[in-house]
């Protein structure tokens, strides 16, 4: 599907192309604006980074790529390009009157795609497409090959494509052995039958406390897999978790801005896919969510802009949207059945996924051993996972998977909104492909509820689906129809009074992103004790949060009275979910 | 009169105040950018005078932080090579070696031949806008020749 909306919003191309070009000098940019016109390219420019970013976040799937100036006095530009990359896994050229190989180097390891040099010539404009394209296909290959493998594998594949270099090769090289090993067992691509695992609050509980008994470096697969000692849990879920976890971690750590505290929430729900959704209230996801959950709604068919990985994008409600607009995307595929469905649910997948796996795949990492060592009562210990389907507000549990659903869903296939970590998003691919395929075949929730805490039915009862722990590969591609509400969290939110954080989590997820985290996300955090971990996003989400507040505010309160505590630790629920969300 | 706005345009080149990248603006002119290049130009100018004034307020203190200088400069040089005025951007590249040496008379001398190059451009520029906006846009002056 991918394959073929891709190739539709090809056609366009490169007319029309929306590009974003950065640049402090007045002259230079106007310059290049009219370059780009005369390429046919629709030009937004900004003399601003911060502005930039701003339009960025506000909607993801508004802009195909983005080129900025090295040098700028209010943001260095390689920054500009590491937030964009991370938040939302936009292509970004660099341009410079720097001929210097040292620069170009810098801007190749942040993830540019490419780097001209000034004067710029429209020869070299011509051409700026390819990047765009060049991504797209990556991240549709990601998915592709996340059906097949772990989602690790995926993101192994995935980030080597698409992260031009920005995904963390040491993470990709980590998963890479991880997977390597698992491997073996998901070699059953077409037949995605494998019984889902859905990682509940508790299971993640263990795992990390597995995980922190063994340390955080040292943790393999197979003893967590032991010292959890969880009947019927396979290595491979273990591994496909753990990656997902640390890339979870890394993007917390490594993007404290976006992805703060949602990696615990952000983890859980990414992998969960539905269950990080009601765990945390994500305010700042659901914000997102809610977005998402019109874009799921509307589930862009793969937009022109074709930024598949973009879902992530903090931009958050636009990214949302993406998310939502793939429903279901898988990302948490709760049936196994389901899983096999969504595989590929999404056409666009890619958009939403990245999105959703990007905040996924990072945060968590970091976040984990934050809540782990913080006391992130609610959250860490062993909770850490909290934030992920068990916050702290176990009771959220009840969330019912809509959230997850929504959380899920928003992301999946919406619009390109690139969520930063390119690994991320091939997580979120599957997690979204997951949920695209459960929303899409959606099994009687109440089943698949009691895996998850999620459970909830988010969607009137019906997409509640709760997402399974999306180890597997379950392709993000966002069924994107399937259940745009999972990923709005709001809508389903609203349904559900229970909802939680489930959507937040997604904001979470693209609140960190945007790292607009303003208040509002510190709101919904606090608010969602349980989703205490996203406390950490909330922050981060804040930004984003308040977009989607609406809805993540109701969760967020709710979640709040119970575990106000756990907000502070939450940072991690928080942001976790909207990470997870996102990935969705 | 044409012909006249040509003749200049040409010296201009010749006498290597512009090079090819102006060409390039100019060939982004068109009936939707009627006057790209002198809004390019303009704002050029407009810029880079913040910058020279910054540059010269810098110079001026005596205490010569040639790190802060290098990166006026540095986007200075950036917008010169932007619009083509090929002078200005070799003085630039001139006084940037200065500052990479650390030779603060030497980014003095040199800053004057910055703004001479820079004022001179300007006139130039200035008075080839104006004729060839009396002679009108190429078709009619095509035509009523």
Redesign the interface.
């Known amino acids: 599907m991918t394959v073929e909306q891709d190739c539709v919003a090809l056609d366009q191309f490169p007319v029309g192309m929306r590009v974003l070009a950065v640049d402090?000098?007045?002259?230079?940019l106007?310059?290049l604006e009219?370059?780009l016109?005369?390429c046919q390219y629709h030009v937004t420019t900004t003399n601003q980074a911060q502005k930039a970013l701003e339009l960025l976040r506000e909607n993801k799937n508004k802009f195909d790529l983005v080129i900025s100036d090295v040098?700028m006095p209010d943001m260095d530009g390689f920054k500009l390009l590491e937030l964009v990359g991370l938040e939302m896994d936009l292509p970004v050229i660099m341009l410079s009157?720097?001929s210097d190989p040292k620069y170009v180097m810098k801007g190749v390891t942040h993830g540019a795609c490419d780097y001209l040099l000034?004067?710029v010539?429209?020869e070299e404009l011509k051409n700026i497409w390819q990047h765009v394209v060049r991504s797209r296909f990556d991240k549709n290959r990601g998915s592709n090959n996340g059906d097949k493998k772990d989602g690790s594998g995926n993101e192994g594949v995935a980030n080597s494509d698409q992260n031009n270099g920005r995904a963390n090769r040491k993470r990709k090289d980590q998963y890479n052995e991880d997977e390597d090993e698992e491997r073996d067992d998901n070699d059953d691509p077409s037949s995605q039958k494998k019984p889902r695992v859905v990682w509940t609050v508790e299971l993640h509980k263990k795992f990390v406390a597995a995980v922190n008994q063994l340390g955080f470096e040292k943790a393999m697969p197979k003893k967590i897999l032991d010292l959890m000692n969880v009947e019927k849990l396979t290595r491979e879920n273990v591994a496909s978790h753990l990656q997902k976890f640390r890339l979870y971690l890394k993007r917390i750590s490594g993007n404290q801005q976006a992805i703060m505290a949602n990696s615990d929430l952000h983890f859980l729900q990414m992998s969960n896919g539905l269950d990080g959704f009601h765990h945390r209230p994500i305010p700042a996801g659901s914000g997102q969510f809610h977005g998402g959950a019109a874009a799921a709604a509307g589930m862009r068919p793969f937009p022109p802009n074709g930024i598949l990985g973009r879902l992530n994008t903090p931009s958050g409600i636009g990214g949302v949207r993406s998310l939502s607009s793939s429903p279901s995307s898988g990302m948490f595929l709760q049936n196994p059945t389901d899983l096999g469905k969504f595989h590929h649910v999404s056409s666009l997948p890619l958009n939403h996924i990245d999105g959703g796996n990007i905040l996924q795949g990072l945060p968590m990492p970091l976040e984990f051993d934050q809540l782990q060592t913080n006391n992130n009562k609610s959250i860490i210990p062993g909770n850490s996972m909290a934030a992920f389907p068990s916050f702290p507000s176990t009771q959220q549990s009840s969330l019912p998977n809509n959230n997850s659903h929504l959380v899920l869903q928003g992301h999946p296939q919406a619009s390109p909104s690139a969520f930063p970590g390119h690994q991320i998003n091939k997580r979120l691919e599957h997690w979204s492909n997951a949920v695209s395929s459960s929303s899409s075949t959606l099994p009687p929730p109440p089943a698949q509820n009691s895996n998850s805490i999620m459970s909830h039915q988010f969607d009137d009862g019906s997409s509640s689906y709760s997402i399974p722990f999306c180890d597997s590969t379950i392709p993000l591609a966002p069924a994107m129809d399937t259940n745009p509400r999972a990923f709005y969290r709001t809508t389903d939110l609203d349904s559900n009074a229970n909802v939680q954080p489930g959507g937040v989590y997604y904001d979470s997820l693209q609140m960190r992103q945007s790292g607009n985290y303003g208040p509002t996300t510190d709101a919904l955090l606090s608010s969602n004790a349980k989703e205490g971990f996203i406390v950490g996003q909330q922050k981060l989400q804040s930004g984003f949060m308040g977009a989607e507040a609406g809805s993540l505010d109701d969760i967020v309160n709710s979640t709040m009275k119970q575990s106000q505590g756990d907000l502070s630790e939450g940072d991690l629920g928080y942001g976790g979910f909207s990470s997870l969300r996102t990935c969705l | 009169m044409q012909r006249q706005v040509a003749l200049i345009k040409k010296s201009l080149f010749d006498q290597g105040y512009l090079d090819e990248q102006f060409m390039e603006l100019e060939e982004l002119q068109d009936d939707a950018n009627p006057n790209f290049v002198e809004e390019v130009a303009t704002l050029y100018f407009k810029d880079s005078i913040r910058l020279i004034n910054s540059i010269d307020q810098a110079l001026e203190r005596g205490s010569f932080d040639f790190n802060r200088l290098d990166n006026y400069m540095h986007q200075f040089k950036g917008s010169s090579t932007s619009i083509g005025a090929s002078k200005v951007k070799t003085e630039c590249t001139m006084f940037r070696e200065y500052c990479r040496v650390g030779n603060a008379e030497g980014c003095l001398r040199i800053f004057q031949q910055v703004k001479k190059e820079h004022a001179t451009l300007r006139k130039k520029l200035e008075h080839y806008f104006q004729l060839a906006r009396q002679a009108g846009p190429k078709e009619t002056a095509r035509r009523s020749k």
């Open positions: 402090d000098d007045q002259t230079c106007r310059i009219s370059l016109h005369r040098d009157a720097h000034k004067p010539r429209i």
